[in-house]
Structures are given as structure tokens and as C-alpha cells.
T-cell receptor, first 115, second 114 residues
């Protein structure tokens, strides 16, 4: 079974600064995917970034980058140049190819960007 | 940009009543999912659906729950006899099933059981 852990329940970040959200995972399956989703106060789940277990390079999508450290089983999200609109709940999630690709979510980290 | 649409956005019901939550997945997606999020808790997998049948379900998805794709476009979640603990946000999602298999989520349906 897979497990996702987000140890930071909440974080403040100053506008225009970078913030790192921690995510560790546990699986013995060699083939998996790691995802980050954003959930603003309106409630929808917005896909941000994906990292495959066999990907050699860290994923980047605009201001989002994923610091993938396979040996440590961590997949931290870095948001650069924070904006007020980045205030939201952020969820790390994992899917296993052997488990039908369903997502297992971490508990989430709430980010509040201060002006 | 294609999106997953869910209705209703909010439903209030009495305990013991049947509820149907509706979803229209992205048209070329092949895999469909329901997740739920109890207020303040993590998002939990309920069920996945592929090729007109359930491919996987969680322990939460007991006999009170059912899913259906009645007409090739809608994907529904039925709760037969709602309980107080069914109060949650229910998310529908769909994916192609290929490559990164990114799930696209709908905006959610908030269910309140009184």
C-alpha cells in the first residue's frame, strides 16, 4: 500500500518569495507518479505538476518545480515568486501503475501569502 | 480548456434519503473516478470506473454507494440512504488512462446530510 505524508499543516510566505512544501511518500512499487494539486477556497482541485518515478529530471511548470529525491522518497513542491493568488491548500498525491492509477492524497498544506 | 462539470454544486438532504450526484467527464477520457473530502480532512478515493464497470473501489464504497454511466456522457454517484457521516465534498474526476494519467477534477458537489 502507498502512503503520502505532508508534515506542514500550514505556512505563511511573503509575496514574491519562494516557498517549499514538503511531501514524502512510501511505496515498494518501482513505477509510480507523483502529483501536486492546488485547492483554493472555492474548493476545486487544480492540477499543478507531475513527476514520474523514472523521470531523470525534476519537473517544472512555470513557477512550480518539483524537487524529486528518489532515494529519500520525497517530492517537494517549490513555488517561486509567490503571488496572493497562490493562497490555497496544496495536496501531494501518488498513483501506482500497479494499483490502477488511482490517486492517494496527503493531508495537505495550507499556504497563506502575505502582501 | 476541457473541463469536468458537476451538479449540483451543493445539496442538502435529510438522513435516509437517496442522493444522486452527477458528473460530465471530459469527452475523450476513458477513466472516471469519484473522490470525497470530509471537511478539514484529506481527499479519499471512492471508486474508479472504466469500460462501463467498476475497476476499483475503496472500503468506503459500500453497498450504499453505486455508480453508473447511463448515457455515454454522464457519470453518476448514487448514495442510497444517506447518513450524517456522508456529509462531504464529492469530486468527480476523469483521465485518459495513458502517460502521466493526470486526473482532471470537477469543482465538486457539497453534500450536507441533516
Amino acid at each position: 500500500a502507498q502512503k503520502i505524508t505532508q508534515t506542514q499543516p500550514g505556512m505563511f510566505v511573503q509575496e514574491k518569495e519562494a516557498v517549499t512544501l514538503d511531501c514524502t511518500y512510501d511505496t515498494s512499487d518501482p513505477s509510480y507518479g507523483l502529483f501536486w494539486y492546488k485547492q483554493p477556497s472555492s474548493g476545486e482541485m487544480i492540477f499543478l505538476i507531475y513527476q514520474g518515478s523514472y523521470d531523470q529530471q525534476n519537473a517544472t511548470e512555470g513557477r512550480y518545480s518539483l524537487n524529486f529525491q528518489k532515494a529519500r522518497k520525497s517530492a517537494n513542491l517549490v513555488i517561486s515568486a509567490s503571488q496572493l493568488g497562490d493562497s490555497a491548500m496544496y495536496f501531494c498525491a501518488m498513483s501506482l501503475q500497479a494499483a490502477g492509477n488511482k490517486l492517494t492524497f496527503g493531508g495537505g498544506t495550507r499556504v497563506l501569502v502575505k502582501p | 480548456e476541457p473541463e469536468v462539470t458537476q451538479t449540483p454544486s451543493h445539496q442538502v438532504t435529510q438522513m435516509g434519503q437517496e442522493v444522486i450526484l452527477r458528473c460530465v467527464p471530459i469527452s475523450n477520457h476513458l477513466y472516471f473516478y469519484w473522490y470525497r473530502q470530509i471537511l478539514g480532512q484529506k481527499v479519499e478515493f471512492l471508486v474508479s470506473f472504466y469500460n462501463n464497470e467498476i475497476s476499483e473501489k475503496s472500503e468506503i464504497f459500500d453497498d450504499q454507494f453505486s455508480v453508473e454511466r447511463p448515457d455515454g456522457s454522464n457519470f453518476t454517484l448514487k448514495i442510497r440512504s444517506t447518513k450524517l457521516e456522508d456529509s462531504a465534498m464529492y469530486f468527480c474526476a476523469s483521465s485518459t488512462g495513458f502517460g502521466a494519467n493526470v486526473l482532471t477534477f470537477g469543482a465538486g458537489s457539497r453534500l450536507t446530510v441533516l
